[in-house]
């Protein structure tokens, strides 16, 4: 039975956590998702106190299984209107779990503009006020935070864009270090989180108790197996370790996907001082970490920490999807600035993809030059602001463009496409069309099979085989986002057999019930009907599923390639 | 044959005038729509260079009939993404009837930003550059453009929004005084033909012919038997003439459907200082005209010439539609203030309606408080000044609901619901869900039947009834827009028999093809599939013809109603 919180911000009430049985045996984004379509009503407005915020750990989360410490966030979104998931790393899932819950639910509104935080500790859960938060941005307002209820604290917060409800909010989660720098950065979810006035989630496991797994023995014997095998694969073992997620820069812009100047061009001259290996060297000089966890138990360890000339903590990574974000597609090629960018999205709670897309949307609109880096820090300093200016460039790269007539607007379903050019990259292309989330590099990611040649070889710049990989890869990551299992775990599971089994056996072993290849892709495909349902009831339908006109109609170099994968194909993908 | 001129921006080159037989037979909107339908792609973006721009005159437009003056103008639409067509009074469309065209078509986009002038005259067609008009505001240009080619001139003209290419920018007409007070206002058209460069449209007809109608004598008695009964009706003899539009604003605020403080009720206080009675008054102590026609030939004038207390001109107007927006939905209750705003409206060159509902969304997400006028019009200059908070209020209700955080948007298909509420006034709400444009209350003005008890009475509170009443003035409207006749002839025209026949009789006179209530319904259905069929093409379904959730769930005084025609009900508006 899933365990759940209910808290209703339109009366300020807490209630007790009930097991409800409709919800049984989900986690993750199946559980976010089946709320959502069962209890928002498709065509509310997404900031209407008729939505509804999940907060889910995952179904292995907490537990002995790696790398399984995502929470996933959910609701209606206020950026694309379709239902929506995004996950996150941090402690809280873990946290969530060892106070014994699956998920809270936020229903209703407050009647009047406030700032509360939900507090949740093994004694019980309380709603508090303290309009003093109202307006704080995430790094300030989680030192208050732990001033408060100690370092320990596990947080989820919004910063200033949430309490703004802008569409780019982000809703932030603490890292073991207690930096809320992991993000569930896409569609939104902040400013549904600002309009039911919950400023932050306080999470205090001290005193409770990991969650047992029906068989822990079972569970030790495939982590183990699980453990061996991720330090095998040369992309978990080496790839991410050494250059972490930014390893990819060099990667794209050679394939000639990678996305710069608002997607003019497949190939950035700057890359080479923005890319994985710069952004190692950088790091290793200054004596920042160039290999860290974003939560106990992940034995990857991606992430990094950057640290200025001084040697002073910045920001965490930044991630590969940042860098291009408030990089390449910004003409941008200063390291330094596009961390103290991040650093500043992060503070101010908005999500780096969509916030580099507006910006890039902005340049082609004539407010900066393509490279002008001064003038795109002032731009997210800007949205922290609260200025006009800021609420434009806080709302997205399809608003942005509306607001200064761009016609060149990298969007699906209102949200912008991440760092894959997808002329060159058609795999992807598919996945941004077709998923429910809107543009959605994470929900289908056919880098695998195009490019890194994981889990198979499909040429990227033909459309034939496409969108049977984006239909697989959704699939699967539908499932694995409801374990909580991040998502880099797929290189050796889709490459290795036993990778698959030991991750099947994990699971099984934490549920206590059979939890087979079938079950697996049952799953996944649950999860995509219960949002297409949900979006289909809000209106959505296969018109949506494209690209815009202009990938179509212009070519991108080197390849001279326009996205051609026909219309009837993309109309395909969810025929399972 | 339909005889157009194709303008091609891209290659700057102005063609001969051609008769088409494609478009053979139709005028206005039938000729908009039909253009537009089959040379523009529906999915590509409305500011790209695949879209196109019509400027039509309507069938019978510079002919005889009396109030035949409007210009339709079409393309897909930047605000609402669906085709549109939106008409004006003005002296232009009889211009291009005397200059022997029926349609512009402007197609294309210049590889670099400059300002073009389309000129026509009996001895030919030209495009003249003059950067010098860039960014100038509608009565400036015109002073301008007067000075170079004379008083005489007809303009078509876009104020800075359309420059900017701003979703509510309008495209201008000069009334018979040469003033640029007669807009098209709906739907972004401004914002189209400045992505095109195109900056105005100047109309030199001395030495023009007026065009002859087939039977000269079978038009003279047609028209004779129209204006007598014209005159005679109460509303287009008596309460027009009188009181100009604004003559609802006491009758639909006592019906309690006058939308005040952002639709959040449906009666104002202020009503009586913004009637079209203290209108009257106000302008008779002034010395300004309370009667005046926006084109020649207009038999019922129910325009008027708003002045200052020291008698200058500062607009037109304002029409019952500015005066509610910009005053009862923002609280205002200052007639002059309003008719500034109207005046910067007109010269900025945007939509008034979009305009004043955008406010009171900014309103109610804290920007201004409700009732503040200089606030207000302090945001209506931002537009013209381009800031990025006047892109945002020139953007339209839906971008501004969104970056200010605004749950409550008052939008159908992205446009802003006009003066009257579908809560109080059913058959309204059908239109405004149903509309091929958009909310747009002229496309079914069920304000006759609901409220005026002209062609019938239908109950405004009561579901029953509303869809057919909304059906059967779509078809006609639909129709009215072709012919180019101003849509207030229906008054008469649905009372009486006479009326109906008397316009059949002037439009056979005028083609000297049999037109009778067959063929004038059958056009009307023509054109509306002609529409459905382009936003079905463009992903538009069944679920955009809604009203936003909140007019089903939020009661409003005084009648504490909701909207509640069956959705089942609002899919069979187009059942014929």
Chains 1, 2 share one sequence.
Request: charged share 20%; proline share 5%.
């Amino acid at each position: 039975m899933a365990k759940i919180l209910r808290v209703n911000m339109t009366n300020l009430t807490v209630g007790t956590p009930q097991a409800e049985g409709n919800y049984d045996g989900l986690g993750g984004r199946a559980l976010t998702s089946a709320l959502v379509n069962a209890e928002v009503p498709p065509t509310c407005h997404a900031l209407s106190n008729r939505n509804v915020l999940v907060l889910a750990r995952g179904m292995v989360s907490g537990t002995a299984v790696p790398c399984s410490g995502r929470l996933s966030v959910g609701a209606k979104s206020p950026l694309t209107g379709t239902i929506k998931e995004s996950n996150a790393g941090g402690t809280a899932a873990q946290a969530l779990a060892a106070l014994g819950l699956d998920a809270v639910v936020v229903e209703g509104q407050p009647k009047e503009n406030g700032a509360y935080v939900l507090v949740g500790s093994p004694s019980g859960w309380e709603l508090v006020r303290d309009d003093s938060l109202r307006n704080k941005s995430n790094y300030p307002l989680v030192d208050k935070l732990f001033k408060r209820f100690g370092k320990k604290a596990s947080i989820i917060s919004i910063g200033k864009a949430g309490d703004m409800r802008l569409s780019s909010a982000s809703v932030a989660c603490t890292d073991p270090e207690g930096r809320p720098n992991r993000h569930a950065g896409r569609g939104g979810l902040g400013a549904v989180m600002g309009s039911k006035g919950l400023k932050a989630v306080v999470l205090l496991t001290r005193g409770a108790a990991r969650p047992q797994p029906a068989d822990p023995q079972k569970l030790a014997d495939a982590a183990k197996r699980f453990v061996a095998l991720l330090k095998e694969h040369p992309v978990t073992a080496t790839a991410l370790p050494t250059y972490g997620t930014n390893v990819l820069a060099g990667i794209v812009n050679a394939v000639g996907g990678y996305p710069t100047n608002n997607f003019s061009k497949g190939q950035f001259v700057g890359v080479d001082r923005i890319s994985g290996e710069a952004q190692r060297e950088t790091i290793l000089k200054r004596h920042g970490r160039a290999k860290h966890a974003c939560h106990p138990g992940c034995t990857i360890a991606c992430s990094r920490v950057y640290v200025d000339s001084k040697g002073k903590y910045v920001t965490k990574g930044p991630e590969y999807e940042t860098i291009w974000a408030l990089g390449a597609n910004c003409g941008i090629d200063d390291l330094d600035a596009i961390a103290r960018m991040d650093r500043l999205c992060d503070d101010i709670g908005i999500d780096t993809i969509e916030t580099g897309a507006t910006i890039a949307v902005a340049m082609e609109g004539g407010l900066l030059k393509f490279g002008d880096a001064k003038g795109a820090i002032k731009l997210v300093r800007e949205v922290g602001a609260g200025s006009p200016l800021g609420r434009i460039i806080g709302s997205g790269a399809k608003l942005a463009g509306q607001a200064f007539g761009v016609a060149r607007v990298p969007v699906v379903k209102s949200q912008a496409l991440p760092a894959y050019d997808p002329r060159a990259i058609k795999g992807i292309g598919v996945t941004y069309a077709t998923s429910t989330m809107g543009a959605d590099h994470t929900a289908g990611y056919s880098i695998c099979q195009n490019v890194l040649k994981v889990g198979g070889s499909i040429d990227p710049l033909e459309p034939k085989g496409q969108v049977e990989i984006s239909r697989n890869l959704q699939i699967a990551t539908a499932t694995i986002d409801s374990l909580g299992i991040c998502l880099f775990v797929a290189f050796p599971v889709l490459d290795k057999p036993e990778a698959f089994q030991a991750m099947l056996d994990m699971t099984s072993a934490v549920t206590g019930k059979p939890f087979g290849a079938d079950t697996f892709t049952e799953m996944g495909k649950s999860v995509l009907r219960t949002e297409r349902d949900f979006n289909r009831r809000a209106g959505f339908t296969n018109m949506d599923d494209r690209l815009p006109d202009f990938f179509r109609t212009e070519r991108l170099l080197p390849h001279d390639t326009v996205f051609d994968v026909p219309d009837a194909e993309l109309d395909t993908v969810f025929n399972f």
